[in-house]
């Protein structure tokens, strides 16, 4: 059970393009999600924590212009690289945990998104 | 200030050795949980087990075990055994209940070598 699924695996795009990433929980509900990106070699870096019906709340130094995120539902965040750069490059990670945003209970990662911008 | 150390950057082994991967933590919470995951090279992150602060207790797992010492504020975990397929980065952390956020060591680098 708890399983995340994020789409999609790999995205290779031109400077300037929009992409969106989605995190969907499979087996249970998801009331907040995590966002994270993760430079070659280095540990995961939270960006943000979406919480569905409402704003995200974003890490300090991350843009909320740049990095747009929905949780319109119990299952599904959504995370849009706005006019990506190659600096925006990366492997960006969500996760969810059973039980919502105070639970104990480990986060379950998807599969992670490589993203390489022209 | 909460934080996650992992001092090893890297460990290089040959199969069938035993190894160790260290992590200590710095939290002011007195409730608190640490996990170890797994990142194979494909990228997912893999649970591995949670502990709460108010559980002492070794774990063992197959080969996996966990010593969690509160006195020296560590969590390492050994591979019995090692294999090649354990060649993975592994990644500790602590989710402190001031903010329910999680937050990641730097990472071991394990390299096994057949």
């Known amino acids: 059970g708890a399983v995340v699924s994020q789409h999609p695996s790999r995205v290779i795009c031109k400077s300037g393009t929009s992409v969106k990433i989605e995190c969907r929980s499979l087996d249970f509900q998801a009331t907040t999600m995590f966002w994270y990106r993760q430079f070659p070699k280095q540990s995961l870096m939270l960006m943000a924590t979406s919480n569905e019906g409402s704003k995200a709340t974003y890490e300090q130094g991350v843009e909320k212009d740049k990095f747009l995120i929905n949780h319109a539902s119990l299952t599904l965040s959504t995370l849009t690289v706005t006019s990506a750069h190659p600096e925006d490059s990366s492997f960006y990670i969500c996760?969810?945990?059973?039980?919502?945003?105070?639970?104990?209970?480990?986060?379950?990662f998807g599969d992670g998104t490589r993203l390489s911008i022209l | 200030a909460q934080k996650v150390t992992q001092a090893q950057t890297e460990i290089s082994v040959v199969e069938k050795e035993d190894v160790t991967l260290d992590c200590v933590y710095e939290?002011?919470?007195?409730?608190?949980?640490l996990f170890w995951y797994k990142q194979p090279p494909s990228g997912e992150l893999v649970f591995l087990i949670r502990r709460n602060s108010f559980d002492e207790q070794n774990e063992i797992s197959g080969r996996y075990s966990w010593n969690f010492q509160k006195s020296t504020s560590s969590f390492n975990f050994t591979i019995t055994a090692s294999q090649v397929v354990d060649s993975a980065v592994y990644f500790c952390a602590l989710t402190y209940t001031g903010g329910f956020k999680t937050i990641f060591g730097a990472g071991t680098r394990l390299f096994v070598k057949a």
């Open positions: 996760s969810a945990r059973v039980g919502g945003f105070n639970s104990n209970q480990p986060q379950h």
């Open positions: 939290t002011r919470d007195t409730t608190y949980y």
